[in-house]
């Protein structure tokens, strides 16, 4: 099972920029599919992002062309490059493994990274 510690979190005002980290330890990272999560203050976790092990690419229908996941297997890390960003992005972000067929996470959750986004 993969460990994560998610980083690069913070505060921006609508139309700025975040780029999150999520830096994978405690398997063999290049095996996992791997996906980005968030969960607002009284929201279901919702799936993000997901990127394969051969790097094959999903994103939530909310993301329209706004963000971009990539991975580096030789660093054990995820990030998620997020542009013109929007009050309604303000959430905890989180990654983990997951079916990427399904989107259903399969690992443990770490703390996860704070955004908000003010108006």
């Known amino acids: 099972q993969v460990q994560f510690v998610e980083s690069g979190g913070g505060l921006v005002q609508t139309g700025g920029s975040l780029r999150l980290s999520c830096v994978g330890s405690?398997?063999?990272?290049?095996?996992?599919?791997i996906g980005w999560y968030r969960q607002a203050p009284g929201r279901e976790r919702e799936l993000v992002a997901r990127?394969?092990?051969?790097?094959?690419?999903k994103y939530g229908d909310f993301v329209k062309g706004r963000f971009a996941v990539s991975r580096d297997n030789a660093k054990n890390t995820v990030y998620l490059q997020m542009n013109n960003l929007k009050p309604e992005d303000t959430a905890v972000y989180y990654c983990?493994?997951?079916?990427?067929?399904?989107?259903?996470?399969?690992?443990?959750w770490g703390q996860g990274t704070q955004v908000t986004v003010s108006s």
């Open positions: 983990n493994t997951l079916y990427y067929s399904t989107g259903r996470p399969s690992g443990s």
């Open positions: 405690g398997s063999v990272f290049s095996s996992y599919a």
């Open positions: 990127i394969s092990i051969v790097s094959n690419i």
